[in-house]
């Protein structure tokens, strides 16, 4: 009988390679874009000896030894067999009799099997995630490690998350470098649980670097795939994946192969290649299946193209296939569509019928939350009372990130539906203060700092700020002592992105760097140190907190992606720190030419706002630093910028204008929108003599305000031609600060704005800065109240 049994199981695997069954043409054409194994799984299930097979292997499970039960279970599985067919569930029964027993290695297999049957929150895998904390240091296998590592992955603590990534840590160390799927499923690991963890995040890279020659480009594109949901971004593996995909164009001709390389390829293409990209795709698109036009209908909104001959291919191939797609995969569809501007009403209308399907019948908050989302972006002139109904029915088990979601979406049905401004106590109202009350509690309940920033990390909008923020600031302080090396970075993110200053909190954060600098990573020193620059506060270790930080990064420049080494050394220079050897590193010949080559990968709007970066920090250390001889080599750039700005003018900036004319004697004794040396603009320039006298400007303004507040520039102004002063006289700057230059919850003025006043003070300017809580306060209501406020900034 055993050796009946074992013949089950060498047969099954035969029929699985395919071994014992001859392939036909016609198989071959109608499969062609599945994976191998996957061809062949309808034949072997329709082969005379299957059925014979299935029925020997459940008449004697209890004969199976350990090995073999699992094996004969993985077998069933990868041929598509159903998790409620009655051998499945029986293998899967006498299994959980015998896990405590299990070696590592079936363990692992026992494991990926639950995964596959969608069981990985059930309580037998709660019994392999607890095995495996037991049995952890025994595990000598990195494959067994990291296949159990991704099975368990949705119930392990921080402490068994932990202890899993040090055990990865030292098996990497031991396994063979050419084998790039074990580190691949180790980032795969973090992704499932969102941690980064920097340290074998980047042992993991310096593998998949040296396997660059060997990866194809599907495993190019899932590898690229789970960084960018890591945000994890590496310079050198980008361009190295880059050249790769580049050269394996040729070769990938058929749908699976193309389509992995559309998706990973195309958003850090070159035009002239993204316009080969889609030329194929334009040829492929018909044989696409429905994942694959899912694939690169939203790599092409990726890239926002404009190629409309495409964009109805995919689109044609998506409606064919709509009866195919999961919830998620429908509102993904709708979204990528939607923001690519595609013109097709019935297509959309048919989309959001399915969605709100999707949505009545669905039980879990992150979908309700995604579907709402997404439906929110689509025209409605009222919505269904099923779907709010659906929505107030699951809002209460909502994390913080999906009730800021839902506030949203709520927000635009509430601008859309003019029956709303008639019925205050509309269903929206009643929703809106359901997400209130939801908010509050969970906030007032939080009890995990790491778990709490976890749901901020995405949170923004109206809503948040106006409801919620007051809170959280309560709660995070709350929470004070939890703050610890390994959160610190991601609490000073929080609060330089709600542009929220907490002496309290920051203080703590400055306390816990100091002492713990040398655990912190050293890429991680730039999220620390960002609301101490940006939001311009100086905590009482302010010298220790920056000393410590650029010593621990200072010896890591090498490995800084080139961007990340630019925005760090602007956010230091707006704290007027400007360490030596970060600014030769970033203006030297060799660091530019990567950082070009980097620029061309990126986003385009991270590839902008590094650029703008750059030229900033050129500024500041010409201004700062003239000693480090670093050349001024943003002229060209600067005069670009200038001329593609709108040069609109607030109401407020004209008022500015019309009563400095009458403060001054004459709108010829000041000039609007100053171009200054080295591209600042300052809002308005005037020139006092020694006595303090208003002097008038020779040469007429070198712009006009149109009706609509536009400005219209003369090209010669930004030739930074100034004329000479006369002795004992004086430049001045006034400048309105409206409320962008200042933190949200008190007047205090953010780091750029001093930054600023700083470098026009070099520039030989007096710097007059008028906030807009001063410009616009009850004492200033009057005509004469604002001259005289103005005489005071000005003469005095």
């Known amino acids: 009988m055993m050796f009946r049994l074992r013949s089950v199981n060498s047969c099954l695997r035969r029929l699985l390679h395919g071994g014992a069954v001859t392939r036909d043409q016609v198989l071959e054409q109608l499969q062609k874009e599945r994976p191998e194994m996957l061809r062949t799984v309808d034949l072997i299930k329709s082969h005379q000896q299957f059925l014979t097979l299935r029925v020997l292997a459940e008449n004697k499970i209890d004969l199976m030894d350990d090995f073999m039960l699992i094996d004969i279970l993985y077998a069933f599985l990868r041929l598509n067999m159903e998790p409620h067919d009655s051998l499945i569930q029986q293998l899967v029964s006498e299994a959980w009799l015998r896990i405590d027993r299990f070696p590592m290695a079936s363990l692992s297999k026992f494991a990926v099997c639950l995964n596959d049957q969608h069981l990985q929150h059930s309580p037998l895998m709660g019994r392999i995630t607890s095995i495996v904390n037991e049995r952890l240091p025994t595990i000598d296998d990195a494959r067994i490690l990291t296949a159990l590592m991704i099975s368990v992955s949705s119930l392990v603590s921080p402490q068994l998350r932990d202890a899993l990534i040090s055990r990865a840590d030292h098996l990497l160390h031991t396994t063979d470098p050419s084998n790039y799927n074990i580190p691949r499923r180790m980032v795969q690991f973090l992704r499932n649980i969102k941690y980064i963890h920097r340290p074998l995040l980047e042992r993991c890279n310096e593998i998949f670097l040296r396997n660059i020659p060997r990866l194809d480009a599907e495993n190019l594109s899932i590898i690229l795939g789970l960084y960018q949901s890591l945000q994890f971004n590496n310079c050198d593996f980008r361009l190295a994946a880059k050249q790769k995909l580049t050269e394996l164009i040729d070769s990938s001709i058929d749908p699976f192969s193309f389509t992995k390389l559309f998706v990973a390829l195309a958003p850090m293409a070159t035009p002239e290649i993204r316009e080969r990209l889609e030329n194929t795709a334009l040829l492929l698109a018909d044989e696409l299946n429905a994942q694959q036009a899912l694939a690169v209908a939203e790599a092409l909104e990726e890239i926002q193209s404009r190629n409309l001959s495409l964009m109805n291919k995919i689109a044609s191939v998506i409606q064919r296939n709509l009866h195919l797609y999961k919830s998620v995969e429908v509102a993904r569809i709708t979204q990528a569509l939607f923001l690519l501007q595609y013109q097709n009403p019935e297509l959309f209308a048919t989309l959001r019928n399915i969605l709100i399907k999707f949505l009545e019948h669905s039980v879990f908050p992150y979908e309700v939350t995604m579907l709402t989302r997404v439906l929110s972006m689509l025209p409605c002139p009222r919505l269904e009372e099923a779907v709010v109904s659906r929505v107030d029915a699951v809002v209460e088990q909502c994390n913080l990130s999906e009730l800021n979601t839902i506030s949203f979406a709520v927000a635009k049905w509430v601008r859309n539906d003019q029956s709303y401004r008639h019925n205050t106590h509309s269903k929206y109202v009643r929703l809106l203060q359901t997400l209130n009350r939801c908010g509050h509690e969970r906030l007032q309940t939080a009890d995990r700092l790491d778990l709490l920033l976890d749901e901020l990390k995405y949170v923004s909008g109206e809503w948040f700020e106006e409801m919620l923020l007051d809170e959280t600031m309560i709660t995070l302080q709350r929470m004070i002592d939890q703050i610890n090396w390994t959160n610190v970075s991601e609490l000073a993110f929080f609060l330089t992105r709600i542009n929220h200053l907490s002496p309290p909190l920051m203080d703590r954060i400055a306390s816990v760097t100091v002492e713990h600098i040398h655990k912190i990573h050293y890429s991680a020193t730039y999220a620390t140190l960002l609301p101490f620059s940006v939001l311009n506060y100086d905590p009482p270790q302010v010298d220790e907190l920056y000393d410590a930080c650029i010593k621990r990064f200072t010896p890591h420049l090498s490995s800084f992606d080139p961007h990340l080494l630019v925005l760090l050394a602007y956010s230091l220079a707006v704290a007027d720190h400007f360490p030596e050897e970060l600014i030769r590193a970033i203006f030297s010949i060799d660091f530019l030419g990567k950082l070009d080559s980097q620029l061309e990968t990126l986003p385009d709007a991270l590839n902008m706002r590094t650029r703008l970066?750059?030229?900033?920090?050129?500024?500041?250390?010409?201004?700062?630093?003239?000693?480090?001889?670093?050349?001024?080599?943003?002229?060209?750039?600067?005069?670009?910028?200038?001329?593609?700005?709108?040069?609109?003018?607030?109401?407020?900036?004209?008022?500015?204008?019309?009563?400095?004319?009458?403060?001054?004697?004459?709108?010829?004794?000041?000039?609007?929108?100053?171009?200054?040396?080295?591209?600042?603009?300052?809002?308005?320039?005037?020139?006092?003599?020694?006595?303090?006298?208003?002097?008038?400007?020779?040469?007429?303004?070198?712009?006009?305000?149109?009706?609509?507040?536009?400005?219209?520039?003369?090209?010669?102004?930004?030739?930074?031609?100034?004329?000479?002063?006369?002795?004992?006289?004086?430049?001045?700057?006034?400048?309105?600060?409206?409320s962008k230059y200042f933190c949200k919850n008190t007047h205090h003025m953010k780091g750029e704005a001093l930054m600023r006043k700083r470098h026009l003070e070099i520039l030989g300017y007096r710097v007059v800065q008028i906030p807009h809580f001063e410009w616009n306060s009850m004492e200033l209501s009057t005509q004469d109240a604002w001259k005289e406020y103005l005489k005071k900034k000005i003469f005095r």
Not at 686 to 709: A, F, M, N, V
Request: glycine content about 6%.
């Open 613 to 738: 970066r750059l030229m900033e920090l050129n500024r500041a250390v010409c201004l700062e630093c003239p000693e480090y001889q670093v050349p001024w080599f943003h002229e060209r750039y600067c005069q670009q910028l200038h001329r593609k700005g709108n040069g609109s003018v607030s109401p407020v900036q004209q008022q500015i204008h019309k009563m400095l004319g009458e403060v001054l004697g004459g709108l010829n004794c000041v000039q609007m929108a100053v171009v200054t040396p080295y591209f600042y603009t300052i809002d308005f320039e005037c020139k006092l003599d020694k006595h303090l006298k208003p002097l008038s400007y020779i040469e007429p303004s070198t712009l006009q305000i149109s009706d609509r507040g536009k400005v219209h520039w003369d090209t010669s102004s930004l030739e930074n031609i100034r004329d000479e002063l006369p002795t004992g006289a004086q430049r001045v700057a006034v400048d309105f600060l409206d």
